[in-house]
């Protein structure tokens, strides 16, 4: 069986496709726009991805293709509907950077009360200004909005209760028994639910799916109701969030925000450029919520079981396309 990896991917990973007996091509950074002729010239029937996005001329063009690995979780960067009607399960890895993904959340959160990389930007400048940051809300107390229970959701729950917050949760299956199951209170799973925990909440942090329901669910109106100078953390995706009205609010409402998802955000290293950068109280990340070893070791070992388990039977283990 021919495995075409487009991404990094962790070397035992590599080892262990190889001891499945598979013919591995790793091929990371190759990028979308070479991604077809890649898969013509490998004969692949498996391709397994992190970044690069999966279109479906793509999959049009991959005869021998049957099985496309997201190696994480998310997969809005693969055309899913395009692969089940090619008969192309598509498969991912859920739960095995929630915690590093929760704990990047985290690090943001503290960032926007203590505002360290503000402190050290001025501390490699030879700039002592201790009366301008000795100004913090401190996270102990605080009322906590988290939007979504997925497993990073959940994470995130864990990790926020030993900062003693007051945690509100929300999310569109919610129920009273999953808020006492987890020790939170429950914020309801409707729109106007959404807006209330907004307007409650000292900071709010998102971990939905990205998908048509949560496109741009945090809008103007969504940061029209959120406190002047609460806390806004993304580490999902940046379909989510209305950028625009985002800067809106840090600017006229003092929101401070972490954020580790952009808009448009770019399919490889190199120049690139957000307006949202450039506003005081903006404190971003590139995209690597998911990027410690912990969790791409776990990733490379959910990949390989679910390549193991095609290989062997035909099964899509973690199928998302309904295959």
């Known amino acids: 069986m ?16 190889k001891a499945l007996g598979c013919t591995v091509h790793n091929e990371p950074g190759i990028g979308t726009e070479k991604l077809a002729e890649a898969l013509a010239r490998t004969n692949a029937q498996v391709l397994i991805v992190r970044s690069t996005k999966v279109p479906g001329p793509v999959l049009q063009g991959a005869p021998a293709l049957r099985l496309v690995v997201r190696a994480g979780a998310g997969y809005d960067t693969i055309d899913v509907q395009a692969a089940a009607a090619k008969g192309i399960g598509v498969c991912n890895c859920p739960g095995t950077n929630s915690v590093a993904v929760a704990e990047l ?5 503290m960032e926007c009360d203590r505002r360290v990389a503000d402190q050290a930007a001025q501390f490699r400048a030879g700039q002592w200004s201790k009366k301008e940051f000795s100004k913090a809300k401190g996270l102990k107390g605080l009322t906590l909005g988290v939007v979504g ?3 990073i959701g959940r994470a995130l729950i864990q ?12 999310s569109a299956n919610m129920t009273d028994a999953r808020a006492r199951e987890l020790g939170v209170k429950n914020a309801g799973n409707s729109r106007a639910d959404l807006l209330a925990l907004a307007r409650t909440a000292d900071a709010i942090t998102l971990h939905v799916a990205a998908n048509d329901q949560t496109k741009r669910m945090c809008n103007a109106e969504f940061f029209g109701a959120m406190k002047p100078g609460a806390y806004f953390i993304n580490t ?24 580790d998802v952009y808009d448009n ?18 404190y971003g990340t590139h995209h690597v919520g998911a990027s410690t070893d912990q969790a791409q070791n776990a990733v490379a070992e959910v990949a390989v079981e679910v390549v193991k388990a095609f290989k062997n039977t035909g099964r899509f283990v973690h199928c998302v396309n309904g295959l």
């Open 149 to 151: 229970l997925g497993a």
């Open 159 to 170: 990790r926020a209760k030993a900062f003693e917050m007051n945690i509100l949760a929300w």
């Open 105 to 109: 959340a985290m690090a943001l959160l």
């Open 2 to 17: 021919n495995v075409l990896i487009a991404d990094k991917f962790e070397t035992f990973g590599i080892e262990g496709l």
């Open 265 to 282: 955000e770019p399919a490889a290293d190199g120049a690139w450029s957000t307006p949202t950068a450039a506003l005081p109280g903006v």
């Open 236 to 259: 999902t995706r940046g379909s989510v969030v209305d950028e625009a009205a985002l800067r809106e609010a840090v600017s006229s409402k003092g929101i401070r925000c972490g954020l």
